[in-house]
């Protein structure tokens, strides 16, 4: 390819070249659910279709004031109260991706966890190709920096030529401890360095997130576990820091409700949906802290610069 061809990719919208189909368990619900990744027209963004309902009903755009849940998952709903929950890993793909527009069909109320990574959405997005589109791709360009949360537990949008993510976390289990990561836009490597990176939660939590409606289709297989300082699943982890790479993984599929692509850095420490929402939420209550621009305006991208270049971790 070309550099011209590589740079014209980068710059116009792009959506799918063809319907994929896949059926997986929700994570929360437990339930069966089939689900159809399909192409969509330009400046449409990314819209769910629930086809379980009346089409009146059914269509719930992934939109960041659109979120009414964050419990363990980021739940969209409509004004007819129809929702999709855990939207958040398969949003990550779309991005990493560089997927601007496309229709997802499910017929329940979740997106099926698969392997709980991006990893498997990912290869549905390569399966079903990506077609280039005749429109330039927008851009949300942060002006100033924005922050939610407190000392403790906190989200940040700044300023910065490039987007970036950075994350920090800390655990009392050994298993995870203190882990730090930094990603950014750069060479295609989302899909070896971090749509991988699978959610994961602690087995005493378990029996309470079920007395809540939650987990009920969780397991090892769609999960990493841990039980006081160990990881139980059989093949251990897939990176030593697959914690924090997750936790920038749930960011980067959160953020992707903003409806374009950001230009500038995140940074989270020990965030998770709820602050990763309230950012977006503060950052559109504040006209002066954003502005939309458009790919011409901004000038060529290196090739792929949709994807991650780097993940620099410390345990």
Same mark, same amino acid.
């Given at each position: 390819?070309? &550099? ?37 027209? $330009? ?5 769910? $279709? ?117 994350? &920090? ?72 820091? &697959? ?64 994807? $991650? &270049?780097?993940?620099?971790? $410390?345990?």
């Amino acid at each position: 390819m070309s &550099e011209q061809s590589q740079n014209n990719e980068m710059t116009f919208q792009q959506t799918l070249k063809n319907p994929i189909n896949c059926t997986g368990i929700g994570l929360h619900s437990g339930s069966k659910v089939s689900m159809c990744l399909k192409p969509s027209d $330009v400046n449409t963004g990314i819209v769910f $279709v629930r086809t379980d309902q009346p089409a009146d009903r059914a269509t719930v755009r992934a939109d960041w004031d659109r979120v009414t849940d964050t419990r363990l998952c980021t739940l969209i709903s409509n004004d007819a109260g129809v929702t999709i929950g855990t939207i958040e890993h398969l949003m990550a793909a779309l991005r990493g991706c560089g997927i601007d527009n496309a229709v997802i069909e499910l017929n329940g109320p979740e997106v099926p966890i698969m392997d709980g990574s991006s990893a498997p959405f990912v290869f549905l997005i390569e399966c079903a190709g990506i077609q280039q589109q005749d429109k330039p791709r927008r851009f949300i360009k942060i002006l100033k920096q924005v922050t939610v949360g407190d000392g403790t537990k906190f989200a940040t949008l700044t300023p910065s030529p490039v987007t970036g993510f950075s994350f &920090e976390i800390d655990f009392a289990s050994a298993a995870i401890a203190r882990q730090e990561g930094y990603v950014k836009l750069g060479n295609g490597a989302f899909k070896a360095e971090l749509a991988r990176a699978r959610t994961f939660g602690f087995l005493q939590e378990v029996d309470q997130m079920r007395k809540l409606g939650l987990a009920r289709g969780g397991s090892l297989d769609n999960a990493i576990v841990i039980n006081g300082d160990k990881v139980l699943n059989e093949g251990g982890l897939r990176f030593t820091d &697959e914690f924090v790479r997750h936790k920038i993984l749930d960011s980067i599929g959160d953020l992707y409700l903003a409806g374009a692509p950001i230009i500038g850095h995140f940074h989270g420490c020990r965030s998770g949906h709820a602050l990763n929402n309230q950012l977006l939420r503060a950052l559109f209550a504040d006209e002066t802290a954003w502005t939309y621009v458009d790919a011409d305006e901004i000038g060529a991208f290196p090739a792929d610069w949709m994807a $991650v &270049e780097k993940v620099a971790a $410390v345990a």
